[in-house]
């Protein structure tokens, strides 16, 4: 008779995470509620795990950010996994929030802070070696785990070697805070790598199941024969650009055949109440109409649900002097709950006709110029700009170009309007 | 180029109208107002090139207000144009915004040639920048010239045309240059405004220092709470500690390896937090330091900068003034006879000092001037005098008789007058017509006789033939009846008199035809003739209703006046008029005199500045005082050099002393303008060492707190980045403690070990496996810990809940503030950029302009006969103007200075070298809306005499006009090839589209 594990897993909920970061800027009232939305995610994923009635939730790290987590959310916490009473919730603490001991998951720290210590249904992994936790109500389960005990990227492949497991139960299952060498989403930059491992350096340690986490994005992991060995459940709420759209937690269940087969079910589930979302509008050709018309169709081609998203509307592409796309953009925003506006635009200077003999062309044909040579001198070296102080490297293309539309404003309207999206 | 038709089927006003142009003439369009002329240069240009699609809200607008007013009528235009010879017809429909261009000399469509390809930033429809040469704001603002361009109080009330022509030569608009440009990058640069709705402006650079100085601020609250948060480690390690109690005096033995081990962990983590406490310390210090240099920096009344620059100039002014010092002591036995002969000099020759040699050359010059102004003017006064006398019974006479004649014409107006003698004129004109006339009709009886006797004489001379035909027939019938009875007459003559009498009776037949029809002959002169008096006739009896419209409007006038005929009015109006040519002799001959007068007083003006200078008196000045004066100060001069001369040597010395001085004054100067731009005021000069002594006291602390900060780096050297290397250092400890907990709570003896000695070596680990002897220790009190536990309780507590608060607010403001920055830096970079490119290349484009512009007025003034002698525009676009008789050059901003008509004369003529500059490279119309309006006559005729013979065979000319008589009055005034060469043109009814 085949008996199954049916877990919940989620991870990188980033609790108290800084949200500002550049064009991205809200009000201190907008963090706060901002804040609110990613403990909320959280509450609302523990209650899916109570409501599903699941054996176990997976937390494989990510959950708070180390250095800014507030000990009002560090309770809050505390107390929703209280709520779930007898279903453990397993946690392996992340580079992003190590065990410490000044961290949330230390118990002195808790003590010293005046706050309930962990509830009896949580079992945070506090060793640098796996270790493995059974199951408190089933004996067939054994959750293997390490914990990130600093903020410092692990550069070993902890699961080239031999991870212990408990061969006596059914279901051997590992949470595991790392990066998978052919991870395929945006944020897997070079600088974010910790405990880095392949697909087959995973599929050897011969675990039923791999809740995964750091990552941001939603992936699974197959082995040989196409069955999934492990997960990513992604972010649970988006914060950035790059974290666009719906975000999940995870329903699985691993089953156990009569032979010993195992296999695993995997159901996404969006558990934040809002999603964070990007909608480029190009403006280029289009009257007040033809831009609130392109944004209405943006927004239902994109699934933007005005009522409850934060949505971050890109103004881009060039406009005519007697089409003002911010303030048209701007006469939308009660159709919305949380509207963020860029513009990037600028006036379409360049369609115009120019005569050589003038200093308005001169000063056209020089600029471009100049910002050609910057791309060129860009695609040498990605990382150089004036800006941050790249030695050898005179302005960068996107200054020269903002340099060209302030002269053509100062030429053409006598007025020049500063510009503050990078 | 040359435009040959227009034609617009709905344009403004303008339905299913064209009008031809001529191409080497100049073509008028001489009709009254709401005509629409303007509308029809406008159709030109809209044509060419279409309605702008981009730029300003009333460029875009155009499209619409040119819309045509009839409803039906399609908003389209045609263009037949002549380009390098090749013709070509444009067709706009301004509707659709289609062009099409056709080339009629091989009836194609070419229409592709013109709007694909070019400049990648300019759209596809390039039909008016292919065929022109230039864009459609140069087009428009260059080949059509209307009043407001000639107006000098066009440009913001600015009667200087320099901004015109730079805005034409920055963004082909006379309203926008590039100086006006770098006006508003400026006034950006420094009003910066902050993104959202923060209204608060300052200049970038402020606005860059200030979210520095947040940006700091922030990265040190973090700083600090970072601290406490490590700080809080290390209290709640200790916090643990102090949970582990311990018995008392209770022997231990320890494995020695372990002990070994344990040493040396402590011993590392000893010399760790050694290290870590001594680069903490360093760190903090130099946190504090630099914080210190903030506040110097915040307190400081100068920038550092400027307290930098305040110390070298001060420096060098104290240097150089103890050199001045030196030296003023060396010269001054010297110098005090310098001193008293220059003295005496100077009182000998009071206040000649401050004349010059040059002075005395003008003084001298203006009273030879004087001197020969008085003696022309006094043989005008003795002429004038003589005259008058002369004139005054003429004008006695003339007064006499128009006093009444000027009492009859009070009851008309002035153009009635006008019209009088006008009609006066024609009437004379008109009286010579019919007398033409008459002669005419007359010459054509005259003709019609002499046909008549022609025709007379025609008859007899046919009635003698026909005569002479029938008699040679009857002797030809009598010979024949006579020779019935000879047999000797050969049948030959027999047969030959016959035919001759056939012949003869023929021909005698035929005479008497032409006899009884000898109207037949010359019938067509005849009829030509009598057509011609017909005609003459007609236009005799067209002029005599002319003459008698015209005397029966005189005569209105006439009994208006009370004057008994139209004879006495006429009379009375010359009568008028001869006085007024007498009174206007008259006020000629004053006015000379007082021109000269002027000119004499104006001298004496310029005198008495020199005598005023001199301290003599101005009252009386005449040629000989002024010739004294001027001999007074080249003589002062001359004693002056020989003084200098004779004191040589101290000359030099004294150049040093001066040089010395100035260098002091100037370092004073830029002392001062320093103090001055940091805010801060001296008012005596006294207290300026002291005042800067203090300002430089901030710099003295300054380079104390920066030399501090120098050591600490130096200590600091041996870390590239001290807070990381603090960091790393704490997460070794933070390692090592973890180590030395493991093997504590692994072996809990360990923890009663006594602490390493750092001096003693260390122990080696015997290679043969000896077991060391155990090491002996006893376990610590258990001692109550509760007060410790609270005070670090409180101390965790404390800064936790700060940082609850603090930590991630400064984390967002930091972002904030780091994003801010990033765009007042780009912001700052760009600006600065934009400014000096526009600014370099806007020097670059006027001086290439002021080139091009000058060799076109040198080409076109040497062919204008006008007031304007030369003008040239300098290396900014402002013109330089000489006009005839007048000796200095004036600037464009002396134009508002002189008349409405120079004004109008120089603007234009500045509008057409630009222009001709402009379409240098294609020839292109120009259309000039009601030019020379303000002009008088002598002017007026000169400058379009220039358009006729020196624009009009390069550039096609278009004049529209509503002054008919004005033109009328032109043709009068032209020579007949001139004339030849004006053509006046009308629109007309087009073939509808429709």
Known sequence: ?422 | MWIEKITLYGFGGITNEEIEFGSDELNLIVESNEYGKSTLAEGIWATLFDFPEHGSKAAIQEREHFKPWEEKAPYKAVLELRVDDRPLRITRNFETKEVEVFDRSTNQDVTAEFTSGGKDHTDGDTVGFKITGMSRDLFRNTCLLGQRHLDAHHVGGSSDIAPVFQGMADTASPVSTAGGAIESLNDALQNYTFAGASSKKMSVEDAIKELEASKTELHQKLTQMDIEFRKTSELLEELNSLDEDVEENEPVEVDPTLASEFDAYRLELKELERKLDSASQRYEQKLKLEEDLRAIDMAAPISASAAHALKDLWTRKQSRQTDADRLAEDITPQQEEYERLEQEIRERYKNLESLTVDEANSISALAISLYKLQQDLNDLQRQHKEQTGMHLQKLMVSSKQAGAALDVLKSLTKVEIEEAKNYSSLLIMFYEQVQEEQKRIQEVKFSIDDIEERRRHNRNANTGKMLGCFVAAIVCVVFLIFSQGVKEIPQIAVIATVCVFLLAFLAGLVFAGMILNFKYYLKDDAASASEEEQKHKKALAAVKTKIANLESKLTALAVKTGTPNREDLIRFINEASTHEDVLSEQENRDQSLGNEEARMRKIQRDLAYFFDKAGRDSSVIDSQRAMDLSQDIQQYHKEREALEAQFNDIRTTRKQLDFLLAEIEDSARELEILLERSGVEVVNQDEIENKINELLQSDVDRQAVQNEIAKIDYDLAGYQDAREAITNMEFERDVIKDKIRNLIHEYPDLQHLPEPDESAPKKAVLPWGATPEPVATTKKAKVDNGAKKEELLVQIRTAMNYRDEHYLETVEDLANIDHELTCAKRAKLALTMARDVISKLSSETYEDWSQELNKESERLISQLNMDIESMAFDHSLRMVFKLKGHDREFSSHDVAKLSTGTREQIHWLARIILSSFLSKRQSLPIVLDEPFSEADDARFLSMMRFLINSIAPHNQIIILSCHHQRHQWLASQLSATEQGKLSFRTRRGALSMN
């Open chain 1, 1 to 422: 008779m085949s008996s199954t594990f049916k877990f919940l897993q989620l991870s990188d909920v980033h609790l108290d995470s800084p949200q500002n970061r550049g064009v991205l800027s809200y009000s201190s009232a907008q963090r706060a509620a901002r804040y609110t939305d990613l403990v909320e995610s959280l509450v609302g994923a523990m209650r899916v795990a109570s409501d599903q009635k699941v054996d176990a939730v997976l937390i494989p790290g990510g959950l708070w950010d180390h250095r800014s987590i507030r000990g009002e959310t560090a309770g809050t916490v505390l107390e929703a996994i209280a709520e779930l009473n007898d279903i453990p919730v397993f946690i392996t603490p992340g580079e992003g929030d190590p065990y410490t001991i000044d961290s949330y998951y230390h118990p002195t720290f808790l003590a010293a802070r005046g706050m309930r210590s962990w509830p009896k249904n949580a079992f945070v992994f506090n060793s640098p070696e796996f270790t493995t936790f059974k199951h408190p109500s089933r004996d067939d389960i054994a959750i293997t785990g390490y914990a990130h005990l600093s903020s410092r990227k692990i550069s070993d492949r902890l699961l080239g070697s031999y991870v212990n497991r408990d061969d006596n139960v059914t279901f051997n299952i590992l949470l595991f805070h790392g990066s998978l060498d052919s991870y395929p989403g945006i944020d897997g930059h070079a600088d974010r790598i910790t405990a880095p491992f392949s697909v087959e350096e995973l599929a050897a340690q011969r675990f039923n199941y791999t809740a995964l986490g750091h990552f941001h994005e939603y992936t699974e992991l197959c082995d040989e024969n196409d069955q999934v060995i492990g997960a990513y459940s992604g972010c649970l709420s988006g914060r950035n650009f790059d974290e666009l759209g719906p975000r999940v937690a995870m329903l699985g269940t691993v089953t156990v055949d009569d032979n010993g087969q195992s296999s695993t079910l995997l159901e996404p589930i969006e558990v934040a109440s809002n999603r964070l979302t990007y909608l480029p509008v190009d403006v280029s050709g289009l009257d007040a109409e033809g831009i609130k018309a392109e944004i209405e169709y943006g927004v239902q081609e994109l699934e933007i649900r005005p009522d409850v998203d934060i949505v971050c509307i890109s103004l881009e592409g060039t406009h005519t002097p007697d089409v003002e796309p911010y303030s048209i953009a701007q006469k939308l925003r009660p159709d919305f709950y949380h509207l963020l506006i860029v513009d990037r635009t600028r006036p379409d200077y360049l369609a115009e006709e120019y005569d050589p003999r003038t200093t308005e062309y001169k000063y056209l044909e020089s600029m471009l110029e100049k910002q050609r040579q910057a791309e060129a001198k860009r695609a040498e070296n990605p990382n150089a700009d004036t800006l941050n102080n790249v030695p050898g490297f005179l302005m960068s293309a996107k200054t020269i170009e903002d340099a060209l539309y302030y002269g053509l404003d100062a030429l053409k309207r006598q007025k020049v309007t500063h510009r503050h999206v990078d």
